[in-house]
């Protein structure tokens, strides 16, 4: 959603849009004590509001899904030949962790996607206890095809939206 504002100036979130990332954060931080709240976001861009924002940083389970550089370095150039090493976001990700850190005290969830596609069962179950989530099984395969909340992005879904549970993909 804070990559959402940055490109096209809004996103939505609970039926209403939102349009700074200081109303994303407030927005997100309302909804928590009301319902669970899942979001992913990209670190290709750094977002200065997020890094201020000692509620966010500390009021939320942030998770880091992390890849191998290479990894990242592969799929980003697959889509945007042009890329800049930077938009690759390692950097960014790494200000990021540590701010959280940082504010916290302790650190953050990891999940490596390697371990995730070798073993996703034992790796979700993992990660549900530590953040104190149930587990679901049922939640480690889906139906193939687009999901509404990526119209936006399709062409950084488009291998995803192939798939039905975790997989592993090859490195070129």
Same mark, same amino acid.
């Given at each position: 959603? /804070? ?21 994303? #954060? ?11 709240? /899942? ?24 998770? /880091?899904? #992390? ?9 980003? +150039?697959? !889509?945007?030949?042009?890329?800049? !090493? ?6 960014? *990700? +790494? ?12 650190? @953050? ?10 073993? @996703?069962?034992? #790796?979700?179950?993992? +990660?549900?206890?530590? %953040? ?7 939640? *480690? ?24 549970? /975790?997989?592993? %993909?090859?490195?070129?």
């Amino acid at each position: 959603p /804070f990559d959402n504002i940055g490109d096209y100036g809004e996103t939505p979130v609970n039926g209403s849009m939102v349009r700074t990332p200081g109303e994303l #954060i407030a927005t997100l931080l309302a909804l928590g004590p009301t319902r669970a709240v /899942f979001f992913k976001e990209t670190t290709d861009r750094r977002h200065p509001a997020v890094l201020a924002s000692v509620p966010f940083l500390t009021g939320v389970t942030h998770t /880091f899904l #992390i890849r191998h550089p290479a990894e990242i370095a592969a799929s980003y +150039y697959a !889509i945007r030949p042009g890329m800049k !090493i930077y938009e690759i976001g390692l950097a960014t *990700l +790494y200000e990021l962790y540590q701010a959280v850190l940082a504010v916290s005290g302790h650190p @953050p969830a990891v999940i490596d996607s390697a371990d995730l596609t070798a073993n @996703p069962a034992g #790796i979700m179950a993992a +990660y549900c206890d530590v %953040v104190g989530i149930p587990f679901r099984e049922q939640a *480690l395969s889906w139906h193939p095809g687009p999901r509404a909340e990526w119209s936006r992005s399709a062409r950084w879904h488009a291998a995803v939206e192939r798939t039905s549970t /975790f997989t592993q %993909v090859a490195s070129s």
